[in-house]
């Protein structure tokens, strides 16, 4: 009986080891974050397998069924929609109740979004540190950003494709020119990499986004701030190229930072950098 945690590709299915294959046509069930992309995953290799739904809403109730199946001596191969189970992504609940019982808890390595960009980053990565995904709240994660600041390893985190232009702009505040890679959709068709500062990032975008968002940060490298105002000099700058208009700057900072006005404004104000 063994739990076998099984890496699946990000996007391209030939990313799957042989390895992988073998262990997912004989496992007597395969627990799965999705069980209409894996599915189509094993379909993709003529694979026919049992599944049964393990995600972030059902994996502590679904836990008896699929242990049930290991105390018989059966294999199960636990799955994400794509990359590692466990590393943000359910499992770990379902690999601590194995390990409990004294079941065999076996990886079965493979793709990984953050080892991925990392790999292209051009970023030191011989230590790093990976964030998970950062608060959802504004204010939480600004809070979080100060606190990462002046980490001297290169971080990674993931965000939503609805939530990165606010969340690079909280970067662009708190970082200022510091430099990023951006990974969206990797190994996948409209696979993009982009590296520069948050604000480089911003624009690059464009003003609609899809896709899965992987986010690597370099380290503070102790020559400069760890937080590099980075709103204040945008501000200012927007602000001088509308000869001194705040309503006119307002406008064209929010659009530039990908952010609404009325948000900006919030900011600047609490910087004492607008007039009331």
């Not at 997912?24 to 992309?37: F, I, M, S, W």
């Not at 599915?39 to 972030?56: D, P, V, Y």
């Not at 790093?128 to 959802?136: D, N, Q, T, V």
Request: glycine content about 10%.
């Amino acid at each position: 009986m063994t739990l076998h945690v099984l890496a699946t590709p990000l996007g391209n299915l030939d990313d799957l080891s042989p390895r992988a294959r073998d262990v997912l046509a004989k496992a007597r069930l395969v627990a799965c974050e999705d069980t209409r992309r894996t599915s189509k995953l094993l379909a993709r290799f003529g694979i026919e397998a049992k599944l049964i739904a393990l995600h972030k809403f059902s994996e502590r109730e679904r836990l008896e069924p699929v242990l049930a199946v290991l105390r018989d001596g059966g294999e199960v191969a636990l799955v994400s929609v794509g990359g590692t189970p466990g590393v943000a992504d359910p499992g770990a609940l379902l690999v601590a109740a194995a390990l409990d019982e004294g079941i065999r808890v076996s990886p079965v390595p493979g793709p990984s979004a953050v080892v991925a960009l990392l790999s292209v980053s051009g970023l030191p990565s011989d230590r790093f540190s990976f964030e998970g995904f950062l608060p959802a709240r504004g204010g939480e994660r600004r809070r979080r950003l100060r606190e990462l600041a002046a980490l001297r390893d290169t971080w990674v985190f993931y965000e939503a494709p609805h939530r990165i232009r606010e969340t690079l702009a909280d970067l662009a505040e708190v970082l200022g020119t510091r430099r990023l890679v951006l990974g969206r959709e990797l190994t996948k068709i409209h696979e993009t990499v982009v590296r520069g500062s948050a604000t480089e990032l911003l624009a690059a975008l464009g003003e609609e986004v899809r896709g899965e968002i992987a986010v690597a940060v370099a380290p503070y490298d102790g020559t400069a701030p760890a937080e590099d105002d980075g709103l204040e000099r945008s501000w200012k700058e927007i602000l001088s190229a509308h000869g001194g208009e705040q309503r006119a700057a307002l406008k064209a900072a929010a659009r530039a930072l990908g952010i609404k006005r009325a948000e900006l404004w919030r900011r600047l104000r609490e910087r004492g950098l607008v007039l009331a």
